[in-house]
């Protein structure tokens, strides 16, 4: 099934593979899901794998062969990094999960505080699990839904499949592509360096995602050299995830609202060769930082966007993440049908947010590729909401039934890694191209811990 996804995933960045190209996928392991999410692990995987080895036979005349492990394929669609004598913080506070209102369930995602204030606003109740149960059950799933999202909070109400994909939103994104890529104004056609080491080497990508999808597809690059600045606003954090997500960056805050933060900011990407943003449709244009603006500045720019919701219909402007595409797009009901319980079930992980990461590492090296012919740059968009379009085309029957192990002792890389919160195993990349390994040169570190320039 893995090789159906690839195929769809090759077509949507618009390489070019013949069925000799495709890996050799190794290991055993399927995770428990009602989609083939371990095969979707596997072709997205693969996929950025294939569009790396088309870069580096650019750069050195020969494509390496490629290798996926399933299992570790399958693992590092949950968490790659195991702390040593230290706890990574718990992935959700205490409010956020799924509610039974009055007819229906509903997901609550409150991880960020304005996110949990806009939430218990709408409820008018008190900052605890007990009394949100409460007030949750007195609404219409999709009354409370509206209300949440009206006030700028992050809610969704669970729909099945069959009226996911009869809603506006659902047929809207339905007929978009997995990618959105168009070539954009030329820059110069860059030279590789004879010296160079690494296949990304020299790369620069300004990075402005959070959770999790962008912060996936930077740590790919970053895996082959790039070199990738995070910048975040002031006082963001992300407890539950950055120990997982900015291994080989270096990350730094910049206040965009404020002129120096946005001079800083322009004079970061006119220097960038890659710009992975998670902002809303249109963040960027209220800060002067609009599409053309940001060609004006680098010319050139492989400049890679994603969003929830999609890139057309009513709710392209929606904030959202993977746990609420999956109960607004059928996912996590189908998941509670076929098993048979009383609950929402979703996928394993965040499964749309790591496919979708590798789906714009991906693009952003087949970016690069392109723009080594005439310099002219490339524009990429995904969502979260296509990827899952793209997932629920491929059930799996008693795919609950499949299991996969725990993590063993052989799946971890022989080095420690040094975080700033303490020691740490990280399991071994899932991905191995020939002569040309996956490895990060810096370790976790915190954010903002770095000033915003380019080394």
Known sequence: MYKALMAEIQQAMGGSFTARDFPKVIGVGTLASVYAVTDLAIASLASAGMAMAEFIALQRGKRPSIQVDR???SLWFSQSLHPIGWQLPPQWDTVAGNYQARDNWIRLHTN?????????????CAEDREAVARAVAGWQATELEDAIVSVKGCAAAMRSVEEWRSHEQGRAVANEPLLHVSLTNSGCVPTWSKAATRPLEGVRVLDLTR???GPVATRFLAGYGAQILRIDPLGW????????VVVGKRCARLDLKSSHGMITLKKLLADADILVHGYRTDALARLGLDREERQ???????DISLNAYGWSGPWQMRRGFDSLIQMSSGIAHMGMVKADKPHPLPLPGQALDHATGYLLAGAAIRGLTRRAMDGRGVEVRASLARTAALLTRYPVENGLIAQIEPEQSDDFAPVIEETAWGPAQRLRPPLMLEDCPMYWDLPSVRLGSSSAEWM
Do not use: M, N
């Not at 960020?112 to 008018?124: K, Q």
């Not at 954090?237 to 997982?244: I, R, S």
């Not at 004006?296 to 492989?302: A, D, W």
């Open 296 to 302: 004006k500045l680098r010319p050139g720019l492989i």
């Open 237 to 244: 954090e992300e407890p539950g995830t950055v120990p997982e």
């Open 112 to 124: 960020a505080p304005h996110h949990r204030r806009a939430a218990l606003h709408v409820l008018g």
């Open 71 to 73: 299992r570790l394929a």
């Open 211 to 213: 959770i999790l999808a």
